[in-house]
């Protein structure tokens, strides 16, 4: 069997396990902020792997205990440059990146072992098989590291190329690829050159942790940078390591759209985790509040996206833990009753 199929049935047996779709975390960092944590600062949530462990196990737990089938680690602004410009050694970013992965096997392993004590049924319907979690280590984009908003502009200016984006992610993606991680989550991408650098540099480093691309748009037809989706997620299709794609931190209303342009150039899983439908305003390093989308809104899209195509789904920031559980109910009770029948 070719590397490609290996990766491939990677995600289709997971599927299978789960019931046929996966849910995904909410929002991390934003969850972080309700239990009063301060990430304004270049480091955004990976300031508490330094500051506050407990409570970065504790928001992976809560979106476990939500019913969540994949929990993505705090290293979405972890980067060495970023730690280093705090002062640390890379030998101490580099034990972070760590550190960050193994935070949120710690949560799965407490979750399982809850799981184990609380019921037999667990045991004697197969375990851990039939309750698959996995851990995903975030890459964000470089425009999350610059933490100036052009994670959402997608504009890095003329000076930044292609290979200025891979010595920038080549040696924080070598560690989170032997951190022990199910599967690497480069999320938020705004444009097409970023995601052709993931794409060289999994196959440069020979990297065969499964990985899932996903992108931010603002309008449902383009990623934030201006690329069409389409050719974003054409640059995931060819690379035999992405198991997923899909779209990140962008409004519901935009989701539907997009799945059905993903659904044209590839036939690999489509993964969708929206934000609230909130902006974020980049100058103010705050969320815009007035068009965010009630929880029963966005739980109400879930089956229409279904319908569209898309196999795993979660939030992105400004969900909570409670709109997790609501998405997670969802599927299970449709993939018992309606969607079982299709
Ligand atoms: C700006 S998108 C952030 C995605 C990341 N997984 C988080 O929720 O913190
Ligand atoms: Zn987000």
């Known amino acids: 069997m070719g590397l490609e199929s290996i990766e491939r049935s990677f995600m289709s047996d997971f599927l299978a396990k789960c019931g046929g779709y996966a849910v995904v975390d909410g929002g991390f960092a934003t969850e972080l902020e309700r239990h009063g944590a301060d990430l304004i600062d270049p480091l955004w949530s990976a300031k508490c792997l330094i500051t506050?462990?407990?409570?970065?196990?504790?928001?992976?737990?809560?979106?476990?205990?939500?019913?969540?089938?994949?929990?993505?680690?705090?290293?979405?602004?972890?980067?060495?440059?970023?730690?280093?410009?705090?002062?640390?050694?890379?030998?101490?970013?580099?034990?972070?990146?760590?550190?960050?992965?193994?935070?949120?096997?710690?949560?799965?392993?407490?979750?399982?072992?809850?799981?184990?004590?609380?019921?037999?049924?667990?045991?004697?319907?197969?375990?851990?098989?039939?309750?698959?979690?996995?851990?995903?280590?975030?890459?964000?984009?470089?425009?999350?590291?610059?933490?100036?908003?052009?994670?959402?502009?997608?504009?890095?200016?003329?000076?930044?190329?292609?290979?200025?984006?891979?010595?920038?992610?080549?040696?924080?993606?070598?560690?989170?690829?032997?951190?022990?991680?199910?599967?690497?989550?480069?999320?938020?991408?705004?444009n097409k050159i970023e995601a052709k650098a993931y794409a060289e540099l999994l196959d440069e480093e020979g990297i065969h942790v499964p990985a899932w691309f996903s992108f931010n748009s603002k309008d449902g037809i383009n990623v934030v940078g201006g690329d069409s989706i389409s050719e974003c997620a054409s640059i995931a299709d060819s690379c035999e390591q992405v198991v997923a794609v899909g779209v990140n931190c962008t409004p519901p209303r935009y989701i539907h759209a997009l799945i059905l342009s993903i659904k044209k150039v590839t036939s690999k899983p489509v993964v969708v985790y929206p934000n609230s439908g909130e902006t974020y305003d980049g100058e103010s390093k705050q969320w815009v509040k007035s068009v965010g989308v009630a929880e029963e809104d966005f739980v109400s899209y879930i089956s229409k996206w279904r319908e569209a195509g898309a196999s795993l789904f979660g939030g992105c920031c400004r969900t909570t833990p409670n709109t997790i559980r609501a998405i997670s109910r969802i599927l299970t009770h449709k993939s018992n009753t309606t969607f079982g029948q299709d």
């Not at 939500?66 to 929990?71: K, T, W």
């Not at 290979?163 to 599967?183: N, P, V």
Request: glycine residues 8%; hydrophobic residues 40%.
């Open 52 to 190: 506050a462990p407990h409570l970065v196990r504790r928001v992976h737990l809560d979106y476990l205990d939500a019913g969540a089938n994949v929990i993505i680690t705090a290293s979405y602004q972890a980067t060495i440059q970023g730690f280093e410009a705090k002062g640390l050694s890379a030998q101490e970013a580099e034990a972070l990146l760590g550190r960050s992965v193994e935070i949120a096997s710690e949560a799965r392993e407490i979750y399982y072992s809850r799981c184990t004590k609380d019921s037999r049924d667990f045991i004697e319907n197969g375990g851990i098989s039939r309750c698959p979690i996995l851990v995903a280590a975030s890459v964000g984009s470089y425009g999350a590291y610059l933490a100036d908003g052009s994670e959402y502009s997608g504009n890095y200016g003329e000076t930044v190329t292609l290979e200025t984006l891979k010595d920038f992610h080549r040696r924080r993606l070598q560690i989170l690829a032997r951190s022990g991680a199910d599967l690497i989550a480069f999320e938020t991408i705004p």
